[in-house]
């Protein structure tokens, strides 16, 4: 995953394009840790329903970690 997918996504179809292609894929701990370290880049396009999704089903394959607590790790940092 590259810094230059979120950096280049400046409207809501391009987050749903990338939050759709990131929820295809199978991350580890360190991968969604990654995702976690990003945060700041996607955290306002989290509003649109679709998006939050996609990223909910991200960190439900992890299974290690639930979507509460990746926003509670996402926002004490």
Do not use: P
């Not at 987050?15 to 991968?31: A, H, R, V």
């Not at 299974?63 to 004490?76: E, K, M, N, P, W």
């Amino acid at each position: 995953m590259s810094n230059t997918f979120f950096a280049c996504a400046s409207d809501i179809r391009q987050w749903e394009y990338i939050s759709y292609c990131l929820s295809q894929l199978t991350f580890t701990e360190k991968g969604l840790k990654k995702l976690i370290d990003n945060f700041k880049m996607f955290e306002h396009a989290l509003s649109e329903d679709s998006v939050m999704n996609h990223f909910k089903s991200v960190i439900s394959k992890v299974g290690s970690i639930r979507f509460d607590d990746f926003v509670g790790l996402t926002f004490a940092k």
